[in-house]
T-cell receptor, first 117, second 112 residues
Framework: KQEVTQIPAALSVPEGENLVLNCSFT??????LQWFRQDPGKGLTSLLL?????REQTSGRLNASLDKSSGRSTLYIAASQPGDSATYLC????????????????FGQGTILTVHP | EADIYQTPRYLVIGTGKKITLECSQT?????MYWYQQDPGMELHLIHY???????EKGDLSSESTVSRIRTEHFPLTLESARPSHTSQYLC???????????FGQGTRLTVV
């Protein structure tokens, strides 16, 4: 059974700092890994998707890496801003199994990030 | 920019009422999903559709039902709402099951 763990559970940093969010997963047989942000009471916004064959993806100030063999991903946020404050979720998608036709997307519990001015 | 919409955003309803949560996407995605998320908890898949007239139950048992008559719409129905159904319901879609998933804004349901 795939388990996804995110560390730290919460993080508070001053504006301008570079920071790293960690995600680990127990089963390395994945299709891809996706990072999302969720604002309070809102849906999820996709940030980055890394396919299992890729090592990293970049979008603006965000960089996500994937080490499938060790079951780890990191999300690096450069020059953090107050607008980055949100909950960051990572999710891994596995191939279809157990008689289902879908590859289950398993989410971590998230890291609550607060960037203060 | 994701084009997936959920209505209503917020719903407070009495026990025993029948409700339908709407989800629509304009991206032509075949795969659609419903997730349930309790406050501070992770998301759990409750329904999945891989195309028109094709749906499956997810990992988390749910008393809700879904239908997929058209590609764009994936409504979720509760025949008789109970306080235990109070939660946030998130709809998502993707082109295939291993491409990027896009989420709607969610429906926060409170059953009193």
């Amino acid at each position: 059974k795939q388990e996804v763990t995110q560390i730290p559970a919460a993080l508070s940093v001053p504006e301008g700092e570079n920071l790293v969010l960690n995600c680990s997963f127990t089963d390395s047989a994945i299709y891809n890994l996706q990072w999302f942000r969720q604002d309070p009471g809102k849906g999820l916004t996709s940030l980055l998707l890394i396919q299992s064959s890729q090592r990293e993806q970049t979008s603006g100030r965000l960089n996500a890496s994937l080490d499938k063999s060790s079951g780890r991903s990191t999300l690096y946020i450069a020059a953090s801003q107050p607008g980055d404050s949100a909950t960051y979720l990572c999710a891994v998608r596995r191939p279809p199994a157990g008689g289902t036709s879908y590859g289950k997307l398993t989410f971590g519990q998230g890291t609550i990030l607060t960037v203060h001015p | 920019e994701a084009d997936i919409y959920q209505t209503p955003r917020y719903l407070v309803i009495g026990t025993g009422k029948k409700i339908t949560l709407e989800c629509s996407q304009t991206m032509g995605h075949d795969k659609m999903y419903w997730y349930q998320q309790d406050p501070g908890m992770e998301l759990h898949l409750i329904h999945y559709s891989y195309g028109v007239n094709s749906t499956e139950k997810g990992d988390l048992s749910s008393e809700s039902t879904v239908s997929r008559i058209r590609t764009e719409h994936f409504p979720l129905t509760l025949e008789s709402a109970r306080p235990s159904h109070t939660s946030q319901y998130l709809c998502a879609s993707s082109v295939t099951q291993n491409t990027e998933a896009f989420f709607g804004q969610g429906t926060r349901l409170t059953v009193v």
